[in-house]
């Protein structure tokens, strides 16, 4: 009896997923085809119909798990970006043109990660990358030959401009050398990328609670921002949607401020207000990088500080950016004061998070070109043991699975936490 019901109930969860399908095809075929340009308001990206969160719905339901599946096929219907974090030339040519065929049919743009460059994640967590800067450029070069003249939004290197190797722990780049490649090879990707005639290209810029303003902003400068649409922020990260587009602004507005604002301002980036800023705290000569607190009630000053010293550029003037709100809705995790005596690693799969906005390129926030799900939704940071010296994440009670592996358990809980709650996305073009 309990094997019939089961039955029946899948029966129906089934048919109503199939409706709902059904609904979503009809409507992404009435859809009118994106404008000219890539990324608009009326841009719809593309959904992978073979996602890891549209399998763990069948697996879900097969299993009995109602509610996980549900969410799961929730989930699975909205996009996501899809990286591509190395392999040879040739692979990576194939598979970027497999992706981008696959949208084009759906009418629908992709969203794609560039994740190669040589010294990633300075050897951590996610380490890997190309063996040389000569390697890295041919395969951003097959990347490139991949697109095509196809409509894609290409994300570049996440943490390749906020961790440099110069930032490395171990002084691994004592000579500056390194450092000096790095950026290269990013402002290398940014003009091999961007020569697609639809390619939009944005460049990684970490999170708000990282690189100060000035800092990332001429970083940006160095690494060939200028030659693309824009930058990136927030990636796999936590920090709320309000505040990232906050600073994201103060970091447009930097970048003009020491490239085309007073005369007496040109290329000192570091000269400008930072989300530490204050006052009333000593600030060393640099009018702007007095450090206090990451505390947002004190950004009030930065927002002086710009309204004083950048005045009110054009709106075209100004750097336009997207956010990767996949997993800050509930915004960062602060651990119980006192319960590590280390660092908790409050960036590594930390609990209790929920997914953030849903992606859209109509924002309705000026700079901000669209919200997307840049993170793969559910699957691991890393081995996150919060400095305690063993094996085992304390918050979980097991071994965290590897960056990048598939981790059921996460998925369901960022599902279940969603804020906004969790709606099937009608308009996915499944």
Request: glycine fraction near 10%; aromatic fraction near 10%; charged fraction near 20%.
């Amino acid at each position: 009896m309990r094997f019939r019901t089961f039955r029946r109930r899948t029966a129906v969860v089934t048919a109503a997923l199939t409706a709902c399908a059904a609904l979503a095809a009809t409507a992404a075929q009435a859809a009118p085809a994106p404008a000219e340009e890539t990324v608009t308001p009326a841009t719809k990206f593309y959904v992978d119909p073979n996602s890891n969160a549209a399998r763990q719905a069948i697996d879900d339901l097969k299993g009995g798990k109602i509610e996980d599946g549900l969410n799961m096929a929730k989930l699975a219907s909205y996009p996501q970006a899809a990286w591509f974090t190395g392999g040879t030339p040739a692979e990576v040519r194939s598979g970027v043109a497999k992706l981008v065929r696959k949208a084009a049919i759906t009418r629908r743009v992709p969203v794609l990660v560039a994740y190669n460059i040589p010294g990633r994640d300075c050897s951590l967590y996610s380490s890997g990358g190309a063996d040389s800067s000569a390697a890295y450029r041919q395969w951003i070069d097959a990347f490139a030959q991949g697109i095509g003249s196809s409509k894609a939004v290409v994300i570049v290197e996440p943490d390749g401009l906020a961790a440099l190797p110069k930032d490395c722990a171990g002084d691994v780049d004592p000579t500056g050398e390194l450092t000096t490649h790095r950026v290269s090879d990013l402002d290398y990707a940014v003009g091999t990328l961007k020569s697609g005639a639809n390619t939009s290209v944005y460049l990684d810029a970490g999170n708000s609670q990282w690189r100060s303003v000035g800092d990332i902003a001429q970083r940006l400068l160095d690494a060939g921002v200028e030659g693309s649409d824009g930058f990136v922020l927030n990636i796999s990260n936590y920090q709320p949607t309000d505040q990232t587009s906050h600073y994201g602004t103060w970091i447009s507005q930097c970048m003009w401020f020491a490239t085309k604002g007073p005369e007496w301002a040109r290329g000192h980036a570091d000269w400008c207000a930072s989300q530490f800023y204050s006052p009333a705290a000593p600030n060393d000569g640099a009018p702007g990088n007095a450090v206090t607190s990451t505390d947002p009630s004190t950004w009030h000053w930065t927002d002086a500080w710009y309204d004083q010293n950048a005045g009110s550029p054009a709106g075209e003037e100004l750097a336009h950016f997207l956010v990767d709100t996949s997993r800050n809705g509930k915004g960062p995790w602060t651990p119980t004061p006192g319960k590590y005596a280390g660092d908790p690693e409050t960036w590594c799969n930390p609990p209790g998070r929920g997914m953030g906005p849903r992606p859209t390129a109509d924002t309705g926030v000026p700079l901000v070109d669209a919200y997307l799900y840049v993170k793969t939704i559910g699957e691991s940071d890393g081995s996150c043991t919060r400095n305690t010296g063993g094996t085992i994440d304390p918050e979980y009670g097991v071994v965290d699975p590897a960056a990048g592996v598939w981790w059921p358990e996460q998925a369901h809980e960022l599902a279940r936490n969603a804020e906004p709650r969790l709606t099937l996305n009608h308009w996915s073009g499944l």
